[in-house]
């Protein structure tokens, strides 16, 4: 077909082309100027596997001279893996229907000792030579390598950046000073310890966003900052006495200005100044050497009753091992009536705030019941309030004993009364009501007039205990 102008038209189909009988013949000069400059190195190999000639892009000279490869088998100036590789490819050949794909082989030589190569493989000749044109792979593998040491270098930064971090906070934990770090650029507390929680009388996680200003009475948030700063840069010593806003206790901070990452901060050191602040260290240690080494059981309770520590007499009380095995444990486990003894002393502690004498049993892990009197408070002054517990073994007191016969004096009476002119039956069924109706008259007086958790304690029904209490007279006309 003519084109306009009666001229042959231009195939501009590349693909068909270089495809079919269009592919114009090559001068062989020509053809090795174009195998050589293809790629970054060609080897041509013979049909028995030996190097027939090697060919070096002039533009990439750092593979220097490879003459000393021709004549030698290919396996020699390739690793023991790169030829298992090649001999599978070249295998693969001559399959029908095969295409080219590319292969890497890594080459051997006693110079540049061993580098990477990406070659395509070709039939050519009538006697099957096979040409093989290669693209060096140093550079991406010396890539590769950067990344991989990067990311080494990542990691092992990160690794210290934990480690400073958990020394940091340690430090913040460990240390007895109340400490405080503020952002200048907003004025908001970015970290606190615990000491400083407490001081400031809130939960550290509600602290931290927290604008610093607020947490002290009649401050402005600029004018709060710009007064600290003010004085760090002076290097004074002398604290700024300030009032915090929930508790109400009188408090010096020391403020010290620094920068880290290009952020300003400030360090806040608060210093307790009121008569109600924190103990001297003498005291501390007297009240710890109280703790381990008393004779009487002491134990912290959280809201709900369940035991956050306890000392050495607490353990030798319960026949508990260690404090491992108790900790966690509701302290109902330990008593005698359970869960409804807990529960009225805890509840007659919160309306009170204290309870000087509360008279019940221990209950050992061997079910061995020790009566015990228990003087307890209610510890509001931290972030999570909770109860003191104090635990005195009161086996062996006759005071005790005279005390519960106390509250029936008159029934007692009558009881002494009836020897010599009663039989043994009958002061024993005396004596049983006398008893009966002291406990029933102790539960109800415990629970508040509860009558339900009386009668949990008693380990009635509440039935039961409305019968016993008509029985002895203790029902109210109301509740009648």
């Known amino acids: 077909m003519r084109g306009k102008n009666g001229e042959n038209p231009v195939n501009t189909d590349t693909k068909h082309l270089l495809t079919g009988a269009s592919m114009p013949l090559v001068d062989p000069e020509l053809l090795s100027e174009i195998v050589t400059t293809a790629g970054d190195i060609s080897l041509l190999l013979t049909p028995e596997g030996r190097v027939a000639a090697v060919t070096v892009n002039p533009d990439h000279p750092s593979f220097g001279q490879l003459e000393g490869w021709i004549g030698r088998p290919v396996s020699e100036v390739i690793t023991e893996e790169s030829n298992e590789k090649l001999v599978k490819r070249i295998a693969s050949l001559d399959k029908p229907g095969s295409r080219t794909r590319a292969i890497e082989l890594n080459h051997v030589d006693q110079a540049m000792l061993e580098f990477p190569v990406r070659y395509s493989l070709h039939r050519i ?72 929680a407490l001081i400031l009388g809130g939960a550290r996680q509600d602290l931290i966003g927290a604008a610093i200003a607020q947490e002290f009475e009649g401050r402005r948030r600029g004018e709060f ?7 760090a840069a002076a290097d004074s010593v002398n604290p700024v006495e300030l009032v915090v806003r929930r508790s109400q206790r009188k408090v010096g901070v020391v403020p010290k200005l620094f920068r880290a ?33 008393g004779v009487d ?11 956050v520590a306890g000392n050495e007499a607490f353990l030798k009380l319960t026949d508990s091992t260690h404090m491992a ?12 009536r359970g869960g409804a003894d807990l529960r009225v002393m805890l509840d007659s502690t919160r309306r009170a705030r204290q309870v000087r004498l509360y008279l019940t049993r221990i209950r ?11 003087s307890a408070t209610f510890l509001t002054d931290r972030p999570k309030p909770g109860f003191g517990l104090i635990i005195r073994d009161a086996s062996r007191s006759d005071l005790l004993r005279k005390s519960g016969f106390g509250t029936g004096e008159d029934g007692m009476r009558s009881v002494i009364e009836l020897v010599g002119s009663s039989t043994l039956k009958d002061i024993v069924a005396e004596t049983t ?7 029933i008259q102790t ?18 029904s509440r039935q039961s205990l409305y019968v016993k209490l008509r029985k002895f007279g203790l029902l109210s006309r109301e509740d009648d």
Not at 297 to 307: H, K, P, S, T
Request: aromatic residues 4%; glycine residues 6%; hydrophobic residues 45%.
């Open 225 to 231: 900052l710009e007064n600290l700063s003010t004085i």
């Open 325 to 336: 095995n108790v900790r966690g444990r509701s302290l109902a486990d330990f008593l005698a």
């Open 364 to 374: 050992s892990e061997f079910s061995v019941e020790v009566p015990v009197e228990i």
């Open 125 to 196: 000749g009538n006697d099957h030579s096979i040409l093989m044109v290669g693209r060096d792979m140093r550079p991406v593998a010396e890539m590769q390598q950067q990344l991989v040491l990067a990311q080494f270098a990542l990691e092992r930064d990160y690794e210290s950046q934990r480690e400073m971090d958990t020394r940091y906070r340690v430090l913040m934990e460990a240390t007895r000073d109340a400490v405080v770090l503020v952002a200048m650029s907003t004025g908001r507390i970015i970290d606190l310890n615990a000491a400083a």
């Open 297 to 307: 059981a002491i134990v912290f309770l959280d809201q709900d009753g369940n035991i």
């Open 443 to 460: 539960a109800v007086d415990l629970t508040r007039n509860n009558r339900v958790a009386a009668a949990e304690m008693l380990g009635l």
């Open 261 to 293: 990452a290009g952020e300003r901060l400030m360090l806040c050191r608060i210093e307790v100044s009121d008569q109600h602040g924190a103990p001297s260290p003498g005291i501390t240690e007297s009240v710890e050497h109280l703790f381990h080494e």
């Open 433 to 439: 009501d006398v008893v009966e109706k002291m406990c």
